[in-house]
């Protein structure tokens, strides 16, 4: 360790800042964002015009004496002027402040870290001035793992702060309890905007009789590709102790979750059957009631044909705390990385996502509005019964010729996509040989994939 990062209390802290430059600026608008007591100097007079600091102090329009520069905490230097800016570092330095001259790290006593402000949490990045630029890289990589909510759940802490110390007086097992609060249902309630449940919450937790309470969230993976995960997605699973994942599920994304979260499998494999829905529930209650931070990850979005829905429920029923986490859904993954648009001024007003597979005994689809012109369907789940699909939209009215595509391992390394005419769906699909999850795409807009494109390309030429 090079460098050490310290944290500077701002109450009552007098920072001044010299200069008239960007870099000065910059300065002047991090620390009013502080209560620091914030003294400008601008030898040069303040900048006018689109470039003019917004709010702020006053600029006091000369160089500072020593008498200026007494009693200041930090003081930055950001004047163009070489000299004058080691004058002012020696006279900042006999005034007893801590120096920082801009750019000129061998000048300073202190650089400036790359800093994340969540107000009540500041993160810092430091790499001693040696690679600025890899620390923002750093910063923004943190950024995208912290939660939204992080600055009400330190508020929250730091308001019962005095009643945890009172109530939990051994310093281990207020750690223990801090550890729990942070990463249970309290600090979520806290970070999705309802602190007075996330109160209640903390306050229960105090109580240590009360039996430790376990969250899930129901999570959607997005269709396949890492990076489609959003950032909240990635971080509940970063948090999770257990992830109860099915087959949509793709390792590249499990990989993503804390390394010594408990995985259950719950979906189908080939010597057996899938986990019945019925069971996945209870078992989402009984980690949950063990105090476990519980994923539901699946596949796409959960309440797209996620059967997301009857998860929710079900915790409801169980009084288990839940949230759901969107996710990216099939159709919006496969029709992006296929290049499809779902729709299209000239061919598609609308965008219908269905399945083919209802459930037994269940409402059939009314094939006659699918079958409707100018509109794109997504069929999920289709496969198994494309050459029927087809027969009943060509009967209900859809011209034969509609053109369709096949997205197999949609966005992910091995995805394929095949092209075709609406008569010919059962036949392609049955000659894809398809081994992973497949949506059919049906209209006009269909015909812009990829794979299309080369045929268009030579149909123009
Ligand atoms: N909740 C999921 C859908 C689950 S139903 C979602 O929102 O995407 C399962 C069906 O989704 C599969 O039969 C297939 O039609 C579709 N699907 C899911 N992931 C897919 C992918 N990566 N590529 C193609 N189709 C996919």
Redesign the pocket.
């Known amino acids: 360790m090079r460098v050490f990062l310290a944290s500077i209390p701002m109450d009552d802290a007098r920072v001044v800042v010299v200069g008239d430059g960007e870099a000065a600026l910059a300065k002047l608008r991090l620390f009013g964002k502080t209560p620091a007591d914030l003294v400008w100097f601008a030898p040069n007079g303040a900048p006018t015009g689109p470039g003019a600091l917004q709010g702020g102090p006053e600029a006091i329009v000369r160089v500072p004496t020593a008498e200026d520069l007494r009693g200041a905490r930090l003081v930055f230097v950001a004047v163009d002027d070489a000299d004058l800016a080691v004058e002012l570092a020696a006279l900042a330095r006999a005034a007893g402040a801590q120096v920082n001259v801009v750019d000129r790290p061998a000048l300073s006593d202190f650089h400036t870290p790359a800093l994340i402000d969540r107000d009540e949490v500041v993160i810092g990045v430091a790499t001693g001035g040696s690679a600025p630029i890899l620390a923002r890289d750093v910063r923004s990589r943190i950024e995208a793992v912290l939660p939204a909510g992080l600055t009400q759940v330190a508020k929250l802490a730091r308001d019962l702060r005095e009643t945890v110390i009172a109530s939990v007086p051994d310093f281990m097992a207020r750690r223990r309890f801090w550890e729990k609060a942070f990463r249970g249902p309290a600090a979520d309630l806290a970070a999705s905007g309802r602190p007075a449940e996330a109160r209640r919450e903390m306050l229960r937790l105090l109580n240590v009789a009360a039996p430790e309470q376990g969250v899930v969230h129901i999570v959607?993976a997005g269709?396949?590709d890492p990076e489609l995960l959003t950032l909240k997605a990635l971080r509940v699973l970063q948090d999770a102790d257990v992830i109860i994942h099915d087959k949509?599920v793709p390792e590249a994304i499990l990989d993503r979750a804390r390394r010594d979260a408990h995985r259950l499998y719950v979906g189908k494999s080939r010597s057996n059957h899938s986990v019945p829905q019925d069971q996945i529930e209870t078992l989402m209650v009984e980690e949950a009631r063990k105090g476990q931070r519980v994923v539901r990850l699946?596949?796409?979005?959960?309440f797209?044909?996620?059967r997301g829905g009857e998860e929710l429920e079900a915790m409801r029923r169980a009084g288990v705390p839940v949230f759901v986490v969107p996710?990216i859904?099939?159709a919006l993954?496969?029709a992006a990385s296929a290049g499809i648009p779902l729709t299209h001024r000239d061919h598609a007003q609308s965008v219908t996502f269905v399945t083919a597979q209802e459930k037994p005994g269940g409402v059939a689809p009314d094939w006659s509005r699918l079958a409707g012109p100018n509109q794109t369907l997504a069929i999920?789940?289709?496969a198994g019964r494309a050459a029927e699909t087809a027969a009943r939209l060509i009967e209900a009215g859809r011209d034969p010729q509609t053109p369709v595509a096949i997205?197999?391992?949609?966005?992910?390394p091995d995805e394929r996509v095949i092209n075709g005419a609406l008569a010919d769906l059962g036949d392609l699909v049955a000659r894809a040989h398809l081994t992973?999850?497949?949506?059919l795409f049906v209209g006009e807009c269909a015909a812009f994939s990829a794979a299309e494109l080369d045929v268009r390309a030579e149909l123009v030429a």
Do not use: H, I, Q, W
């Not at 997205?407 to 992910?412: F, I, K, M």
């Open positions: 959607g269709p396949g949509l699946k596949g796409g979005d959960p797209v044909f996620g996710g859904t099939a993954g496969c999920y789940m289709g997205v197999e391992n949609g966005s992910r992973g999850p497949a949506l």
